[in-house]
């Protein structure tokens, strides 16, 4: 089976860096150039000790280069950059007949007006938006084929699809008032110092930011309504937890009259069966069993009292809302199976 030739343009983020981790142990991908503006002549060791080479050479010591010369050198490149950065080099690879993975947002959201609303400033590139596919695999897999520019879905977006799909597709729950209460680890914002990210605010701490602002409202709204097929509107409210990363999405919604939660667990168990990544409980998940892993794991539960159908959904924002699923659509992209380079066993501690 063919070798991918794959590069990485900003790879000393925390995405990027993930995406090494994780294409190291892919079996059909080749990492061959890898670029950083902040850090380029220097080696990916310089920046992060944990890829210095070891004795048997597993990890080879690679330069950061520019991003002319990863695009030049790969058949595959990832872009793990803030958004606004993206576009031109997608129209780059596409004229040179490369494929695309983007895990910022400059193509996740479909109208140009909504992107400007939220990201104050319009497409770059809006001929180039055709050949762009909003790629999260579960829902969608089938369209991922034969694109070549791939929007990889946001973490918090990601958790929230994939707890909802199968209560929305189904119609077991009403399409209004739909609660999602987020919570994510550091990572999340990005390797760039912010005052929020400092130690003396972030340990023994919590809280709420971006209530009722925060740029993944739009793209959870936009994936929602395309399930359910009509415009949904969602109360999203995300907050810090002082960790290094995972997600953990409590989903409030209420059921639809006669539906129960026995119901609600059959649809969710034929939705995902056969999904590598998807795994359901019955107790309550925790962000720690995902781990470093491109599992979501979803726990169903109902308040009787209040018929209030309760969604918790668990995912390592690096991996599932990131990395994990960037890879995860490559396989899709060159026909290898989904779980290539991704059958991560999460830590039991």
């Known amino acids: 089976m063919k070798n991918w030739k794959v590069g990485i343009i900003g790879a000393t983020g925390y995405g990027g860096a993930e995406l090494i981790r994780i294409l190291y142990n892919h079996k059909n991908a080749e990492l061959v150039a890898l670029s950083s503006v902040s850090f380029e002549g220097k080696n990916m060791s310089d920046v992060y ?6 004795c048997g050479g597993y990890i080879k010591p690679m330069t950061l280069e520019s991003e002319e010369a990863v695009i030049e050198k790969s058949d595959i490149i990832f872009a793990a950059l803030p958004h606004g950065l993206s576009e031109p080099i997608a129209a780059a ?3 040179k007949g490369k494929r695309f993975i983007d895990l910022g947002a400059d193509f996740r959201l479909e109208e140009e007006e909504t992107y400007k609303a939220w990201y104050k400033k319009p497409f770059d590139k809006p001929e180039i938006h055709g050949e762009a596919i909003y790629a999260l695999p579960e829902l969608n897999r089938e369209s991922i084929k034969g694109k070549s520019i791939i929007a990889n879905p946001g973490c918090y977006p990601t958790s929230a699809a994939l707890g909802l799909f199968p209560a929305l597709k189904n119609c077991l729950i009403e399409k209004d008032g739909i609660i999602i209460d987020a919570k994510s ?6 390797r760039k110092l912010s005052e929020t990210g ?7 701490g919590f809280a709420p930011y971006n209530i009722g602002g925060h740029r993944h409202i739009p793209e959870i709204e936009q994936t929602l309504s395309d399930i359910a097929g009509k415009p949904i509107s969602i109360t999203f409210v995300p907050h810090l937890l002082p960790i290094n990363r995972g997600i953990l999405s409590t989903i409030y919604t209420k059921l639809r009259p006669g539906v129960t939660l026995e119901q609600v667990y059959k649809a969710y168990e034929k939705a995902y069966s056969g999904e590598t990544f998807i ?17 979501c794991d979803i726990s169903l539960h109902e308040d009787k009292r209040t018929n209030t159908l ?7 924002n690096m991996v599932k809302g ?6 995860q659509n490559m396989n899709i992209l060159c026909g290898l199976p989904e779980e290539t380079g991704l059958l991560l066993i999460p830590p039991a501690f």
């Open 185 to 190: 680890g550091v990572t999340g914002a990005g």
């Open 198 to 204: 400092h130690f003396a605010n972030l340990n023994e």
């Open 93 to 95: 690879c596409l004229a």
């Open 322 to 327: 990131a990395a994990g699923q960037a890879v």
């Open 279 to 295: 795994r359901l409980s019955t107790a309550p998940v925790n962000v720690k069993n995902v781990k470093y892993s491109n599992f």
């Open 49 to 54: 000790a944990s890829f210095l080479q070891n």
């Open 310 to 316: 309760v969604i918790v959904s668990a995912i390592d």
